[in-house]
């Protein structure tokens, strides 16, 4: 890899984690772009890994507490807020570990990384998730926390996230739009997705990892090392500058970029 493209796929990773416009779609485009070659199973589970960091460090009282929780649960103390955010994120993880888990069986995880590659599919599912975001935000209720929210609604978000799997939608996005549709705030709906992306990011990377080496390339080298440093470092302030912003604004400008994108994917697709 050349170090342009390293950086490039690197700081990409880092900055749309965690933004409700799909990471997977612009590590899919990156290289489509630039007439670079595809970055490679290696290089993804490294940047993936720099934000898995990233996020452990932003919400690392939250990571506290969410062990706090479990803790508290194992004692049978079930009703305290920390137990409440602990059963909620396990509770909305299982169906995308489920679901990545029989995908990756029956071999739908390499239909993920081709075929679903597609411009169309990107395009259009860019578009659709991103206007149902955009209601989400516009005309749901603000008036819950992640803690007071019940299993049943973790349920929902955990389902909504396995849809990510479909590059595209965006884990965070449809997550979030999920959460706003359940009357979390935005920036509870945004928590409630960024602390769901350590158990996800952690259960794709291991799949990751794991066909790495069953491929025997499992080689750690500078470049995954400096991606996954990279990659971290802009997380680290692509956080901190969202949850600043949503904090007094709306998704719209997310919204009209998916729009945007959307729409150049399919004149592309179908010109």
Not at 33 to 56: E, N, P, R
Not at 189 to 197: D, E, G, K, V, Y
């Amino acid at each position: 890899m050349t170090v342009f493209h390293l950086v490039l796929v690197a700081i990409v990773q880092g900055i749309t984690e965690f933004l409700p416009i799909s990471s997977s779609a612009h590590l899919i485009l990156a290289p489509k772009v630039t007439g670079a070659a595809d970055q490679g199973q290696l290089i993804d589970v490294a940047v993936h890994v720099g934000t898995l960091v990233a996020v452990l460090i932003a919400f690392r009282r939250d990571v506290a507490e969410g062990f706090i929780g479990v803790a508290d649960m194992a004692r049978g103390r079930y009703g305290t807020g920390a137990a409440r955010l602990a059963r909620n994120l396990v509770i909305a993880t299982l169906p995308l570990i489920v679901l990545g888990l029989v995908f990756h069986r029956i071999g739908m995880m390499d239909w993920m990384r081709d075929d679903a590659r597609a411009f169309t599919i990107i395009g259009w599912t860019t578009i659709v998730f991103g206007v149902l975001l955009w209601i989400a935000d516009r005309f749901a209720p603000t008036r819950r926390t992640l803690e007071s929210t019940g299993w049943g609604e973790a349920v929902m978000v955990g389902i909504a996230q396995a849809i990510a799997l479909v590059p595209g939608t965006s884990r965070s996005g449809i997550t979030m739009t999920a959460a706003r549709f359940l009357g979390l705030s935005r920036t509870e709906a945004a928590r409630f997705s960024m602390l769901l992306a350590i158990p996800a990011i952690l259960a794709g990377g291991t799949i990751g990892a794991i066909d790495i080496v069953k491929s025997g390339d499992a080689r750690l080298g500078a470049d995954a090392i400096i991606a996954a440093a990279l990659s971290c470092i802009a997380a680290l302030a692509a956080i901190k500058l969202f949850m600043g912003y949503i904090a007094d604004a709306t998704m719209t400008p997310f919204v009209i970029y998916r729009l945007l994108l959307g729409a150049v994917l399919l004149w592309i697709a179908y010109m």
